[in-house]
């Protein structure tokens, strides 16, 4: 991909309105042969001042329960479908998401993840190309084609609904740790995390 080198966008002015709002291109972080991977919708104001996704309050609630589940930060890769912060935090465009989706699949290529699990709504939509109610489908696993590749899917609400509605809040944490368990993650970590506790 052109403006792209390994797995960063290192330039890219497709989509004017995002290159106006954003200050920084935000590549994902983690490793480059996660087992796991998180994806989000895109960048908000404090991704895009970091530089790195997930971080200011949903991202915290996300390193909760990772925790919880026996896993850190950096045992997983996060990474959003679109990697410039639309401007006031509106979601991306069908078009931006388009625009983006190149180097999300050739990131997923590069990769490899056993389990892709989706943070809310547009990702969702976006990966699965159709409409989800993403509370009712929480937690369910999916298989979604995209290039060449079959990936394993596991839909999840974002992180931000648990911090808007606590009654959320176990539904996420037990969706991250059923994560843990089908990517294989799980096993590696002390045992601490077992569906079994739930």
Do not use: W
Request: charged content about 30%; glycine content about 10%; overall charge negative.
């Amino acid at each position: 991909m052109e403006h792209m080198e390994g797995l960063c966008v290192t330039d890219c002015e497709r989509c004017p309105a995002l290159v106006e709002s954003r200050s920084r291109i935000v590549n994902g972080v983690g490793p480059d042969d996660a087992d796991l991977l998180f994806l989000g919708e895109a960048p908000g104001a404090k991704e895009d001042e970091g530089g790195e996704p997930f971080v200011g309050r949903s991202g915290s609630v996300l390193d909760d329960a990772l925790r919880d589940a026996g896993l850190a930060r950096p045992d997983v890769r996060i990474t959003n479908c679109v990697r410039c912060r639309p401007p006031e935090n509106r979601d991306p465009t069908s078009e931006e998401l388009s625009n983006c989706r190149g180097y999300l699949a050739r990131e997923l290529e590069l990769v490899e993840p056993e389990l892709i699990v989706t943070l809310g709504k547009v990702p969702s939509q976006n990966l699965l190309d159709r409409s989800v109610a993403i509370t009712s489908e929480s937690g369910s696993v999916v298989d979604v084609r995209l290039g060449e590749r079959s990936h394993r899917v596991l839909l999840s609400v974002h992180p931000a609904a648990t911090l808007y509605d606590r009654s959320q809040r176990e539904g996420f944490f037990e969706t991250i740790a059923r994560a843990a368990d089908l990517s294989g993650l799980a096993d590696s970590s002390n045992g601490q995390a077992s569906l079994g506790d739930f």
